[in-house]
């Protein structure tokens, strides 16, 4: 639809209207050209969903039509983007007609933005102070979802806002909206209501670790990762994404026969107080009632303060009329309602230039590229440094050294380098060359099949000691206090400190006269070095950085052995027999002790005083959970899940990392996710509650 010329030159023509918006300069002369720009981008954020801008920078050009309209009715067409909602729809699914459009929410970025909505709202219904029901703006993928006599019949996106795609299977892979819910208690016989689909901040943050693994590019924030699950065509694969919906709104109801309207939807407060009864999961604990605006934008910006603080993405929050009956006074335009407005919080997302690209190697010799750009705020963080991931990366992103990129950071999550903007281009950007040997130590750099990492080949390449050495002393492996990545690296580059045993052999009369080691800094970390020689063998052997061993794994490999070197003698077959030890796993570790340096390593940390001999626990004949195995999943009510793996381990049990047949006892949280669904399938598996598995730790 759009030629690279074409879009070179609208996206030239959004800049400059940008400018315009800013300084408050658009004229008349802008109107079409902002009808131009606007339809383009619609065109690449709906059908595409390829957006060129930030929702805030849209937000400004929108609000600059709507003001030039205003104020020259003369020049609104039917087609402009102020009179319709934006069209469009992908077609890998059925399209479906929304019982009620799905209107868009009118955006406010500021308090005197909240007064004037409730002016014109008091204005049009004649009220002296309206009641406004306030709640968080999810930041997902957007939901309409039909239930006819009590059961769930239909899930579709918001599409082009009056049609949509019909994702009913992928909607019900969703656990928290209910297949079935009792509309009927309140006498209705069909309702429509809609929602947000969302995937929480730790799932998202696991799934990335999972793809990163893997040697695959993270996907790049929440709320796209949610919406385009709806879209996947495989539900199994969308099962696994666990994602989660909140509801917020009836948008449409009819009566059984013979009843009246239940009195919960004579409000909006009362509409999400009924949802949350019927088993949906909606902002009835996050929502506020108030009198009038001035509570309402006091409510706004404290919530903002808590924003990175809540499980789940929010862009801002809703203020929405609370009577249904004056929100019908208020009726709507054809591209919002005039009942409710965003507040929206500070952008996410921003613009920046590229200026240059840095390659840095990790522990396990990954040669990571990293972007370094023109300093920019994003969510309230300044950004000037992005990991970019690797090769395959730059080129799906299309990234070049001086290019315009759109910046997204949401909540905690890592910021990222969304997409490149080729029409921003000026001829000037340069291809980012990958390169062929090491940054560090010039070794050349090799990549295993069915990966998209490169490495560096050299296990004595400088990079890759020090991050080893970080590794090796953080606090889920040795934990030794007050011996941080910064204390790593200097020790590295002053030669006090070569290697993992160098750990060990620290000369403290050198630290000891150094900037910021007064005696007390000294005398700590030397008792916290002599205190980790006494870490158990699990902990030595997650140290040790052998790739694909985790925390899990490296229990598993501890209970194999009565000593360290004993793996020496293990074949990659003996290793595979381990639980959840596959052929990845295992060849990574037959290799890690195959290899005589690392042998010699581990022969002198004995002789330095380290435990290498696996100091299994003598248990009493009576312990509760001798000879059974467990495994947690989601979240549990009272305990954390270390110390509820420490118990099984001292009552005898074994924790293992994955779904089997050798499983005995799976302890279910809220929010379980596939372990459970595998659970399920195999009879021999005991699914237990938290309080369950209390009940057998206490069994006399």
Same mark, same amino acid.
């Given at each position: 639809?759009?030629?690279?010329?074409?879009?070179?030159?609208?996206?030239?023509?959004?800049?400059?209207?940008?400018?315009?918006?800013?300084?408050?300069?658009?004229?008349?002369?802008?109107?079409?050209?902002?009808?131009?720009?606007?339809?383009?981008?619609?065109?690449?954020?709906?059908?595409?969903?390829?957006?060129?801008?930030?929702?805030?920078?849209?937000?400004?050009?929108?609000?600059?039509?709507?003001?030039?309209?205003?104020?020259?009715?003369?020049?609104?067409?039917?087609?402009?983007?102020?009179?319709?909602?934006?069209k469009g729809l992908t077609r890998d699914f059925p399209t479906v007609q929304h019982l009620v459009p799905m209107l868009s929410l009118d955006n406010s970025y500021n308090a005197d933005d909240l007064t004037d909505f409730d002016r014109k709202a008091r204005e049009i219904t004649g009220h002296g102070t309206i009641e406004y029901c306030v709640e968080p703006k999810f930041d997902g993928g957007s939901i309409s979802l039909i239930y006819e006599n009590d059961m769930l019949v239909r899930g579709a996106t918001r599409g082009d806002g009056v049609e949509g795609d019909e994702v009913t299977t992928n909607i019900r892979q969703i656990r928290s909206i209910p297949l079935s819910a009792k509309f009927s208690d309140y006498g209705l016989q069909q309702a429509e209501i809609r929602g947000e689909v969302l995937i929480n901040k730790d799932n998202f943050k696991k799934y990335n670790e999972k793809l990163m693994e893997e040697g695959l590019p993270p996907l790049a924030n929440p709320r796209n990762a949610a919406a385009g699950t709806l879209r996947i065509k495989d539900p199994a694969e969308a099962a696994r994404r666990n994602l989660e919906a909140f509801v917020y709104h009836v948008s449409y109801f009819s009566p059984q026969k013979g009843k009246k309207i239940p009195v919960e939807l004579t409000t909006h407060s009362g509409s999400l107080a009924m949802l949350w009864e019927l088993g949906f999961r909606s902002p009835e604990k996050e929502k506020k009632v108030f009198k009038g605006i001035v509570p309402v934008i006091k409510y706004c910006n404290e919530f903002e303060s808590k924003r990175d603080d809540l499980p789940y993405e929010i862009d801002g929050m809703v203020i929405k009329v609370n009577d249904t009956a004056l929100q019908d006074k208020l009726g709507?335009?054809?591209?919002?309602?005039?009942?409710?407005?965003?507040?929206?919080?500070?952008?996410?997302?921003?613009?920046?230039?590229?200026?240059?690209? @840095?390659?840095? #190697?990790? &522990?396990?010799?990954?040669?990571?590229?990293? %972007?370094?750009?023109?300093?920019?705020?994003?969510?309230? *963080?300044?950004?000037?440094?992005?990991?970019?991931?690797?090769?395959?990366?730059?080129?799906?992103?299309?990234?070049?050294?001086?290019?315009a990129v759109l910046i997204e950071r949401a909540g905690d999550v890592i910021p990222q380098i969304v997409k490149s903007l080729p029409g921003a281009r000026t001829?000037?950007?340069?291809?980012?060359?990958?390169?062929?040997?090491?940054?560090?130590?010039?070794?050349?750099?090799?990549?295993?099949? @069915?990966?998209? #990492?490169? &490495?560096?080949?050299?296990?004595?390449?400088? %990079?890759?000691?020090?991050?080893?050495?970080?590794?090796? *002393?953080?606090?889920?492996?040795?934990?030794?206090?007050?011996?941080?990545?910064?204390?790593?690296?200097?020790?590295?580059?002053?030669?006090?400190?070569?290697?993992?045993?160098?750990?060990?052999?620290?000369?403290?009369?050198?630290?000891?006269?150094?900037?910021?080691?007064?005696?007390?800094?000294?005398?700590?970390l030397q008792a916290a070095i002599a205190g980790s020689k006494k870490q158990p063998l699990h902990r030595l052997l997650y140290a040790l950085g052998i790739r694909f061993v985790g925390e899990t794994t490296a229990k598993t490999l501890a209970r194999a052995v009565n000593h360290i070197l004993d793996f020496k003698k293990f074949s990659l077959e003996d290793l595979q027999n381990l639980e959840d030890v596959g052929p990845k796993v295992g060849g990574s570790i037959h290799h890690f002790f195959s290899n005589k340096n690392n042998i010699e390593m581990l022969q002198e940390l004995e002789k330095l005083g380290l435990q290498l001999k696996n100091e299994k626990k003598q248990l009493s004949t009576g312990g509760n959970l001798t000879g059974q195995s467990f495994l947690f999943t989601g979240t549990l009510p009272t305990l954390k899940r270390s110390a509820a793996e420490a118990m099984v381990e001292e009552n005898g049990g074994q924790i293992v990392s994955g779904v089997s047949a050798k499983l005995n006892y799976l302890v279910v949280g809220e929010d379980a996710g596939s372990k459970l669904d595998k659970a399920k399938k195999l009879n021999t598996v005991k699914i237990i509650s938290e309080e369950d598995f209390l009940k057998m730790i206490r069994k006399k």
């Open positions: 639809m759009y030629s690279k010329e074409k879009t070179k030159n609208l996206q030239q023509l959004t800049n400059e209207l940008l400018k315009k918006q800013k300084a408050g300069t658009a004229s008349k002369k802008d109107t079409e050209p902002l009808r131009d720009v606007l339809r383009f981008h619609e065109y690449r954020y709906y059908i595409l969903n390829d957006p060129l801008i930030s929702d805030y920078e849209y937000d400004q050009l929108y609000k600059a039509l709507e003001k030039l309209e205003a104020d020259h009715p003369g020049l609104i067409t039917e087609d402009s983007p102020t009179q319709r909602v934006a709507m335009t054809s591209h919002h309602p005039r009942w409710a407005i965003a507040f929206k919080f500070k952008a996410s997302q921003a613009t920046s230039r590229l200026l240059n690209v @840095e390659f840095q #190697v990790g &522990r396990t010799g990954a040669v990571t590229p990293v %972007a370094k750009l023109e300093p920019v705020a994003v969510g309230g *963080v300044t950004v000037s440094s992005i990991s970019i991931h690797n090769e395959d990366y730059i080129k799906e992103k299309d990234l070049r050294i001086g290019d001829g000037k950007e340069k291809k980012i060359v990958f390169p062929k040997t090491c940054p560090v130590c010039s070794s050349k750099l090799f990549k295993e099949e @069915e990966e998209a #990492v490169w &490495r560096c080949s050299n296990i004595d390449c400088p %990079a890759q000691v020090v991050e080893r050495i970080i590794h090796f *002393v953080s606090k889920d492996a040795m934990d030794i206090r007050g011996f941080g990545e910064a204390n790593v690296r200097k020790f590295y580059e002053l030669g006090l400190l070569k290697d993992i045993p160098g750990v060990y052999q620290l000369d403290f009369g050198k630290i000891s006269g150094m900037e910021g080691f007064g005696q007390k800094s000294v005398d700590n």
